[in-house]
């Protein structure tokens, strides 16, 4: 009896201690290793790791606490899915080390944040949120630049780096990893939807396409204005000249809606699909009903001024420019869609749907568009044929 007592204390030790082990082992290296092999399985082979420029971007993010408002995280919940894409896989993360997934989601997610916006407007945005979105919670970083927010300092062009970054690798893997990970994931048919879904949700990841509901003229004019001073002003100006706050380091600068006159359609892709290779972002969170608001406010900022009328030979002269130098961009007819337009990341301008004043049209020819692969022809054209062809592409237009 005795000895079997002090036997005991032998079996409780042996039984603690195994106890321990078996823990540590399926609660902390069972299922670490299970994780490694789902990465190993699920990963392509050479997934590309950060440049020099992009790891001091990463320490930078780190460094400005970028991380308590940004998750870089995508949960399998439709929520999470059909807002920002693709949910997270685990292998994404393998060079995210100490991660940076963050717990708080004050800001929206940045895991797929790379080509979802362009440089000129990750800039400004970092220089000073609010004069681009109106309501932002999100700080100022003006001591990553030069006291102008296309002035970025080493550091903003690093931290700006390593935002284009996120969702990179993913998106290179392609349709080919995507299937590789699809066969190895070892995942519920539920997990594999959320998983597996359109990779980046971003209505900026539309580009020039897509279809785009239809508006009506037939709207409440103050609440277009209401929307507009909210989400527009901004960048675009409380009278639509393009000059708001956040108009100054943008590249090409924001439309000046004053000198233009749009199709309802236009207005309708333009606002749906945003402008691809600009700031201009798209706004599918607005209901059909308030961008048709929108589009009354934006139409009404164009006064109607008399059209002047040139002689014939003017327009001859201005149908011959533009066949020689413009057309293989602009189209034959204007539609925007000549031979060379499909190498270009911001498209020439579709002159049936939109029509500039004379004066922006002059302008435009004699500047270039800043920003676009539109360059300036005062050097190549005489005086005369820069005012024909200005007037010439205005003819068109097709209300
Ligand atoms: C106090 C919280 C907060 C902090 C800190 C913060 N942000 Fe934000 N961020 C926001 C909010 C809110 C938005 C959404 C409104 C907007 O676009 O400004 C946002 C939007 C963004 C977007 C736009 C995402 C998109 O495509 O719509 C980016 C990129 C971004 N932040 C990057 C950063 C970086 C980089 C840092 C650190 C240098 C940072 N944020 C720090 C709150 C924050
Ligand atoms: C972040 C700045 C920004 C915001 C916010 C913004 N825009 Fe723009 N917008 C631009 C830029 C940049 C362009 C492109 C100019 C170009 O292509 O030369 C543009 C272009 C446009 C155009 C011309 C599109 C075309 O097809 O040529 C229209 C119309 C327009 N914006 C309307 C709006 C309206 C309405 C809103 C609000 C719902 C808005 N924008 C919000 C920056 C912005
Ligand atoms: C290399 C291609 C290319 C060539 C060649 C070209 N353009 Fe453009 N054009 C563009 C692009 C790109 C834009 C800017 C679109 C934008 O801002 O979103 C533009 C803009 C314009 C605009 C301003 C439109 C607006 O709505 O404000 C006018 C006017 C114009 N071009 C006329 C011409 C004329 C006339 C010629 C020939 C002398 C010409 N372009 C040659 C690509 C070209």
Redesign the pocket.
Known sequence: MRRALRMSYLAAAVGGLGFFAMSVLLLGVWPGRALEHQIHATSPEHPLALSASEQRGRAIYAREGCAYCHTQQIRYLSSDVSRFGAATLAWETIFDYPHLWGTRRIGPDLSREASIRPEDWQFSHLYAPRALVADSVMPAFPWLFDGAPDRPRQEGRDLVAYLETLGRDRALAGPEGEAHARTACNCSDDERRFAFAALNASPAMARRTGEHPRLDASQDLSHGKELYAQYCAACHGLRGEGDGPGSAGLH?RP?NLAE?EYTLDRLSASLWNG?AG?AMPGWRDLAPRDLSAIAQVVRGFHAVQPEPSLPSDVLELGAR??AD??A???GEKGGGDGS?AGQ?S????D?RS?R?SMA??LR??RNG?DG????P?NRE?SEAELSA??YF?RGFFQQ
């Open positions: 090409p439309a233009h402008v600009t420019v533009y130098r413009c293989q961009c602009h060379a270009f911001i498209a020439p301008a002159l939109g500039p922006a049209s435009a020819l568009v676009t692969p539109m360059a022809w054209l062809v200005a592409v």
